[in-house]
């Protein structure tokens, strides 16, 4: 029989449909040409000697020589980097001017090389490029809340093939985070603790949903995952905002980020997905009710009416399948 | 300047982006091959004579002669039709087990014709058919939310080409539905005025957004519409739930469907769109606060990381340009 499940961080409901499921390796994808991309493009806007192309940049690593990451603003941001935040109020419009910051984070010179086939190190100054860009667009007055996010393939949204990040401050809070926050705190009032720790307690004693485990940081998959593959890379100190992240912690994360996609570019054949950091904003940084943490979300299946109609999911995947079939994928070609 | 607008019925935020917003006609869909359909196949498993191939049927509509339309248990259900409603809790796990109704509505006999092509009076039918089901699966005790959605085309999620719509009847009420009762409880509360009602009343004003309208219903864009070229048809008559409709009002409610749907298939060659019919449950028939409307979402652009990682939405599209595209668009071939 099916069963329903609850997520208590976003409480959502999902159907885990097991008399539909389909086996894990049902989801890896057939690939009908050969996808070996050149590791330059002479047209690509992010290809060394294409600088040009772009708004001049904002971040280049490292310092000197040949960069490894760039950053730029979006040529066709989503808002004004110029004006000021106004607020309107109509009856009961509530509208706000377009302006915040919206950059793109090239994550590596080289055309063909996404992150999965990356070497740690380079993963390690994408992570720090996070970070700067992160505490440069919380920073901006006119910025609420601040989302790194990724597009892999043209399923997940991308536009251009050459491996990229976006960063895009936005000059409110949405419900979604505020709706999120605000859970957090009522768990962490009920149970005088994190809920984010607590999920982690859970699956680190079930066992059966945890993918991979590092010094720093834990990746699974969410007992009410609502869709096949989706994973969430947790951080084991309790840490409420991206930029409270150590050193040490980012260097463990760009090993564990790599891995994972790794394990989802070999197990499942490249899947297209999204990633995205999900944190409370640096004004809240150190609060005991909230926990950052990396959500991955493979592209493998298409939101229909009724997940449209209803907000629930049903998910045709079985989450602990997932995560054995995930945990036995290579890391490494 | 790109603008945020707020959303006041689900409280979401969109950016309305205007520096890289499209004209309404680059949505126009191009056709790469021939699209008609034979109006019979053979192994369709939803055209008449191959009616062994679904389980029974639970409703034939006319009661005799050749069925017009024609409902069926979902042959892959989602959901079990048998045993009990049992609920788990295990520490911070909530689970249901997965009871309920899942059906499918066979909306005619006719394999090529999508509801901007039937007659009216199949429409009606059609319509009959969502009431009678919505009612039969509210009144199974295990059942909270039952939701009526159509899936066209494959970026919509549509698995078999016939043309059919789903009902599923869920043994939970989502956090999404929960919030939206609560949201318009707290408007009613404060402007002592249903929240739709007051919706409608403002666009009416405006008119800028408005696609058509009818004596009972009135289509239009949101201001704050999420993506290009979704629509709601809202009943003038405050009714919070769809099992309150009248037959006049269903008669009139065809025609606006099919021409509304009609505009889309003509203006935009035949996109791919999900429409769903949000309502409150019958539990809470006749209060005050909520409304009933039918939801029509063509699935024209993509879910990225951004949409995912904030719970906020770029709409490449305006909505004022949108409805004045789709005042102007044919309901007629």
Redesign the interface.
Known sequence: ??????N?L????V??????AKRPHEFVRERTQKEERPSYESRCPFCPGNEALTPPATLVLPNDGAWKVRVTPNK?????YE?DRRRGFA?????????GIHEVIIETPDHSKTTALLEDRQVETILDTYLNRFNYASSDPRVE?V?????HG?????SLEHPH??I?G???I????R?RLINALKHFDEYGEC?FC??LK?ELQEQTRIVMETEHFVTFVQ?AALTPFSMLIMPRRHMACFSEIRDAEAADLARILRRTLAKLYHGLKNPDF?????TAPREVCGVKYFHWYV?I?PRLT?????E?????F?NTSLPEADADFLRQASTEA
């Open positions: 029989m099916p069963e329903l499940r609850h208590v976003t409480r959502e409901w159907i885990i449909a097991s008399e539909r066709f941001a989503a808002l004004s004006g009856d009961i419009r509530r509208t706000v001017t377009g302006v809340q989302t790194i996010f990724k597009n043209e399923a997940a949204g991308t990040s976006q895009i936005a000059p409110v949405t419900s979604q985070l709706d809920i607590h999920v859970v007992f999204n990633y995205t950091i999900r959500s979300i298409r939101v229909a009416g009724f449209l109609g209803s907000g629930m049903i």
